[in-house]
């Protein structure tokens, strides 16, 4: 799983009728700090996350393993948000 | 799923068979501003996609979850037009 | 798909049961005008393509969903031989 | 499969249900000596890894092949603590 | 598929119960005159390869396609020892 932060939203009109009524984020992998380091991709979010969390996503098809992504032709969810990150005993991120 | 932009067409005579009638784009991830980044890749196009659409792809096993890549040798497929993108609030990319 | 040219062959005496007699081809990602821009890899060619063409290649799990590589420790497959590439409304790459 | 380090834990109290109770690890990809070279990720531990501990994680649909991650929307599990790494017959890493 | 040089070994006595027996090799990936060009990985061994020899490995779900990987968490595996390389009709490698 990546370490990411949603930083946005998406909005299609034209898409593959299974995905309708998916909420689509814009997320960029981090570092353990929260810091975006990577070029930005979209996920399905199930968990109802906000602009600014840091999440895990689940990736390939193992992002098809919930009920609301099964048998869809996405590859990437959101599958957990994170509440704190520690790294070698220091606390390095934590949720407001 | 990735952000990218329809840049072209690819035609093939010689194929899978599995893949004859299946329009074929060739396209380049962008950033949230819809400028291309990345290597040209190649998907499978189900929406009628045009030229200069900013489009979402799903990838590999992710791709053949649709009617039209279903058991096909496709490994990235095109699974929504994007209307517009918006990042931290702010509209990045609009359709024209 | 990855857009790749065909530029060589592998022998392997030593190899899985089930790939007995399948062409192994060395191909490398190339842009749109056809120019190598990548790594070496190996694909299984079932179209008979040959040393200089420009092909594309599924892969993944993608890969096996052709009668001859089908249940078979393959993870890329030739599934086109590219005629011709088209850019914004120009020939990038045209086959001789 | 890749060679990393343990480095730190992540704690999420909003997770995909399936995720209950499982333990998540904060990992760097490593070279042969154990120093890491890569970005973040996480994995699923199934085998009580400590941090600092040098590992192999499998990733992808692999990662679901156990017992604990089946059917569960996550794409690294550990698969292994390693005892020690030798390179071309000299041990370049040693658990202490 | 990729061509990849193995390099070395790695002992766990802590791993996977379904990995029991089988030998996990070190490899890196190399360019097609058999020189390391990547970071090492580690792939499952079925055909007895050696220190120093060039292989192919299947990446993914296609590395669960042997029977001595099937259902079990590794997601690479070595398909073929290779004999000789040839690119543009001339021979780069060629095993001892």
């Known amino acids: 799983m990546l370490i990411s932060k949603v930083i946005g939203t998406t909005v299609s009109t034209i ?4 995905l309708e009524g998916r909420k689509l984020l814009i997320l960029r ?7 975006p380091v990577g070029k930005p991709y979209v996920a399905v979010d199930t968990l109802d ?16 393993q919930t ?12 599958m957990a948000v994170i509440d704190h990150l520690s790294v070698l005993g220091e606390v390095t991120y934590q949720k407001d």
């Open 49 to 64: 996350a906000g602009i600014g969390d840091l999440v895990l996503t689940a990736h390939g098809s193992s992002g098809r």
């Open 15 to 18: 898409k593959e009728p299974t």
């Open 29 to 35: 992998q981090t570092d353990v700090d929260g810091v």
């Open 67 to 78: 009920d609301i992504t099964k048998n869809r032709p996405v590859d990437a969810v959101i």
